[in-house]
Structures are given as C-alpha cells and as structure tokens.
C-alpha cells in the first residue's frame, strides 16, 4: 500500500492540511478584520488543495481510505508534512514569517509539478500555483510593509524570521521517495529549488530591510518521515477530536 | 434505457444550466461564471462537467447539488457531476454579461485578463507585481479607488475602498 506515490502525495496533501488548520486558528483573532479574512482566505485555499491531494492518496492506497479518514484518523508518526508548516501561529510576525518561507517555497514546488509526467498531480499543481501565487504576493508585501515599517514591526519581524529559519532546511533535502519520484519523472530533485528560493527570499527580506540569517546552524528535519516536534500532536488533538470521539459523525 | 423517455438536447441543458444561480453572487449563473466546461449524454445518462473557481470554494457542492436539483425539476433524475482542474478555471472565462450583471450589482468585474498577468512571471519567481489594475468604482464610476484587503467576503473578491464616495466594495479579482 505504501507505494512511492501514495508518500509524496501524503507530503503534498499534510503540508496543506496542517498550515491551513494553523492559519484557521487565528480565525476571530485576527489584528484586524481585514487580516482575519486574509488569513481564513488562505487556510481555505490550502484545505481545499489539501483535499484534492488527500483524496488522490486515497485513491493510490485503494484500500477503503478517503480524504477524510487521512485527515482525521491518521496518528501524528503518519503524518508527512514538514516540520515548517506544524509550528505554533506565535505573533503575528511569527504567522507571517512562516507563511512567507512556505509560499516562496510552495510556488517553486507547483512549478515544478506542473511539468509532472503524472496528468492527475500535473493537474492539481495547476490548479493551486494559481492561488499560492497570489498568497506568496500577500505574504511578500507585508513582509515589506512590517520590516520596513516602524522600530517594533521591524524588530517583530526580524526576530521572528531567525526564529523559523532553521526549518527552511529540511524543505531541501532530499529522501529515497523523491529519488523515486524523479526517476519516474512524477516529481523534482527538492535541492535544486534552494537557489532560487534563496534569491527570492533574500530580495524580498533586502527590500523590507531585514537581516538574511547566516547560513548553516541548526537544522532540525524529520517531518517528511514521519518524525515531528510536539506541537503537530497537540494540533491534531485539536483537529481530530470529534472525529475520535463520535466516529463517523456528520452533519 | 426507457424508450418512452426523450432525452432532451443539450442545447436545451444548456439553456437550463444558464438559469442556476451562482450561491454566492445570485446575478450571476453558474454558466456566465463560466464553471460549466461539457455537457454530454454518456448512453442515457446526463453527465454534467464543472471546474471549480477556487480549490477551496465552500460552494462548488452547493453547485453541483443546484445542478441535480435543476435537472430533476426538468426530469432528468440521474445527471451525474464530474469535476474538471484542467485547464484551471480563470475569470477570463467570465462572459461579457456576467461582468455587465457583477458591475450592476455592486462588484467591480475583473480588469484585464488573467493570462496577460501570468505571462509576466511563470517561469520564475519574481519580486515584479504587475502594476495594480485602475478599478472602477461600481457606484459612482470613479477611479480614485483603493486596495484594502488582498482578500474579501469570498475567496473570489478582494476589498477596496472608492475615495471619492467613500463607500467599501467588492473587486472580483482577476484569477
């Protein structure tokens, strides 16, 4: 069951499900009317790709799953996304700072899979870069307006960008699925979108008057396989307890 | 297959299709927003092919339930609804009356077209926005207007503000 494809769709579909249950928490607690709505737009955006690329995984375990019983019935050790997109909203420069390395890396990732050999995942790229696109504009002209705006945003953001930056690493490396992927021509070698993600962040960060944090450091990494910090157990707590608790229930 | 049933012809589906609302916007019909990619007979069966606006957009079901339900009304009991991703769905494909109906209802209708836009920076990412677009202010036609939120009331819409009249209204953005 556990096929190369069914793994990285579960990557694709579990980076989307997971930022956009985050991004859903600051619904009604948004800075401002207009963020709230913002950042709900966004968390649709991501739920809805979450569930294109779920239900497709669904499909290629052909064992009875759906997108729903991946979201809500798998353990945290079977989730896939990276460790990035699971850690805490914080403040605002936090959520932002996170968004803005996911959507610069998500644009590059869409890209890529456009030219994908598989029709079906070709297809949902297609449909999503779209809408990361216009996420990654957003993301990049707060970036600009909040680190080149006054003492504090600056020093919110700046702060908040050294604090994510060592989870940019694990977006690079690759593992034996994404081996398996390029071989077969489905997906893309994710080191060689590091050059391009660079350049674009460190415009972005020049322009906005904020500190590129010095290579090397930390780099925390596992998520892909399965091995994530505590935070995603306590959001799926969250996410799936009603799931858990009255299984099979709708309305 | 009952042969005492007459299939209707697809220009009447068609003509059916262009009387269901779009939930959202009401104006304006799921065919003028131009979701609606192929109507065709599969043997007896109706099968009736939508792409969805955003992936995420709370009303593509109610849509494809509107369209069963609107096809019962008119004795087709079995249409079957398949979904489409590609080609993506873009407001290009908004008729010249759905932007006519939007503008009459308060909704500034996308400018320019979508595959203008994205020419600009497919190939690459780029720090490049393309100049943001004049948007007509739906009540009083001026163009002193502005950007207040990337975002609006649905995924489709984002927010502006007219500054000669002062009032807030919808753009739907160019997709």
């Excluded at chain 1, 990285?8 to 009604?28: F, H, M, P, T, V």
């Excluded at chain 1, 456009?114 to 070709?122: H, M, T």
Aim: proline letters at 6%; one cysteine or more.
């Amino acid at each position: 069951m556990s096929s190369a494809r069914y793994e990285y769709l579960l990557r694709l579909g579990d980076n989307a499900l997971i930022l956009s249950q985050r991004l859903g928490e600051w619904c009604g607690k948004g800075p401002a009317l207009e963020e709230d709505m913002a950042l709900t737009n966004n968390a649709l955006d991501l739920l809805g790709q979450a569930r294109l690329w779920l239900s497709l995984a669904a499909e290629e375990a052909g064992d009875g799953a759906d997108e729903d019983t991946l979201a809500y019935l798998r353990d945290d050790r079977e989730f896939r996304n990276v460790l990035l997109v699971e850690q805490p909203n914080g403040s605002y420069a936090d959520t932002l700072a996170r968004q803005f390395l996911f959507d610069a890396w998500s644009s590059l990732v869409l890209r890529r899979l456009l030219a994908s050999s598989d029709p079906a995942i070709a297809a949902i790229a297609e449909k999503a870069v779209k809408e990361v696109s216009y996420h990654l504009r957003r993301s990049s002209d707060l970036v600009v307006r909040l680190g080149d705006g006054t003492a504090l945003s600056h020093a919110m953001l700046q702060g908040a960008i050294d604090k994510v930056w060592p989870y940019h690493h694990e977006l690079f490396i690759g593992d034996a699925i994404d081996a398996e992927m390029v071989a077969s021509g489905i997906g893309f070698d994710p080191e060689h979108l590091k050059d391009e993600w660079l350049a674009y962040v460190r415009e972005v960060l020049n322009e906005a008057t904020l500190k590129v944090p010095a290579a090397g450091g930390w780099m925390p990494k596992g998520g892909k396989q399965g091995l994530h910090s505590e935070h995603l157990s306590k959001l799926l707590a969250e996410m799936q307890t009603l799931q858990r608790s009255h299984p099979g229930a709708s309305w | 297959m009952n042969p005492a049933v007459v299939m209707p012809s697809l220009d009447q589906v068609w003509a059916w299709l262009a009387e269901v609302p779009d939930p959202e916007i009401p104006v304006i019909s799921i065919t003028d927003l131009g979701i609606v990619r192929e109507v065709r007979y599969d043997g007896d069966q109706l099968v009736v092919t939508v792409t969805p606006t955003y992936s995420g957009c709370p009303a593509t079901e109610v849509i494809a339930a509107m369209i069963q339900e609107a096809m019962a009304a008119h004795g087709i009991a079995n249409a079957k609804m398949e979904t489409r991703l590609s080609p993506a769905w873009t407001t290009d494909w908004l008729t010249p009356e759905a932007k006519a109906k939007l503008h009459d209802y308060g909704i500034a209708p996308p400018v320019g077209l979508a595959a203008n836009e994205q020419r600009i920076d497919i190939s690459r990412l780029s720090r490049r926005v393309p100049d943001a677009p004049v948007v007509v202010c739906p009540r009083c036609a001026s163009t002193n207007t502005e950007m207040l939120s990337q975002f609006g009331s649905t995924p489709c819409k984002s927010l502006y503000r007219c500054k000669s009249c002062r009032e807030p209204f919808d753009y739907f953005k160019c997709h």
